[in-house]
């Protein structure tokens, strides 16, 4: 019989009505695919993670949406080691996943847990037209939205997103996409969210993140994105590096979210948060 325990947490808040709702799934060995896709459908939060074995520094780790098994996931890696760290201590943890080794460093200050993720090497590519053109159609913008200072691109640190910078928060807050038509231009491109942002000012950046691919229409906090872009800003020059940026993101959802982003000047981005316990 394989105990485990099944965990529900927002990660990137310490308030249960903020934040991005994650399962956390913690045995001593993962079920079969099969069952973990059962598990997340079940859940319905826009990821889950499943974690083995239930004790070491070195778990195996892997994420699934309501629809499908995805390779890395940035809230569910917080709240996983948030989850960690209150069952098994502070400390570095391994997860191995798909993509690679993800340290996660867990700590603890004034009785409230911390998770700090360092992705793997980040990478980006500028948007080709033709995606440009489909994304833009399909989110019905127009490329004089845009922040001609961060151009488009493919940027990964674990996944690839596509990131659209624009011009005013206004235009930010204003989302209505057709789903369909995203999701089959992202499923194309290998994409696995929008990285759509407004950057207030050099320290502080907004974001909204369509995930229709994994049935989600906006996710309320996304560390994957939140490595990628940095990791662009960097490799592009866009900014010096080193550099902290916080970032907002599910204001307009009414689940307000703060990722805490550091860049140094080499190597992979950092993304650090806290999670809080939800109940049913």
């Known amino acids: 019989m394989n105990s485990h325990t099944l965990q529900k947490l927002a990660a990137f808040t310490s ?150 910078a624009v011009k005013s928060k206004q235009r930010l807050d204003d989302l209505n996409y057709d789903f369909e038509k995203l999701k089959k231009i992202m499923l194309d491109d290998d994409l696995t969210t929008l990285q759509l942002i407004w950057r207030e000012n050099d320290e502080l950046i907004h974001s909204r993140n369509p995930f229709p691919v994994g049935g989600v229409v906006d996710d309320s906090a996304t560390g994957a994105a939140a490595v990628a872009l940095g990791g662009y800003l960097r490799e592009a020059k866009i900014i010096n590096a080193p550099k902290d940026i916080n970032i907002l993101q599910g204001e307009i959802m009414g689940r307000p979210s703060q990722l805490n982003l550091s860049i140094p000047k080499v190597g992979g981005i950092k993304v650090s948060g806290t999670a809080v316990q939800l109940t049913d």
């Open 15 to 164: 308030n249960p009505q903020g934040g991005n709702p994650a399962g956390v799934w913690i045995g001593e060995t993962l079920p079969e695919p099969r069952e973990m896709q059962r598990i997340a459908a079940e859940v319905g939060f826009s990821e889950t993670a499943f974690v083995a074995p239930g004790t070491g520094s070195i778990r195996t780790v892997r994420y699934y949406s309501p629809e499908a098994e995805v390779p890395f996931c940035g809230h569910a890696t917080i709240a996983t080691g948030v989850a960690l760290g209150k069952k098994s201590g502070s400390g570095t943890y391994q997860f191995e996943t798909t993509i690679g080794t993800i340290p996660v460093d867990v700590s603890e200050d004034k009785g409230e847990m911390k998770a700090t993720l360092t992705s793997v090497e980040p990478k980006f590519e500028l948007a080709s037209d033709t995606l440009l053109k489909d994304a833009l159609c399909a989110l019905g913008w127009s490329s004089d939205d845009l922040d001609t200072k961060i151009p488009p691109a493919r940027a990964f640190g674990g996944n690839w997103h596509l990131v659209l």
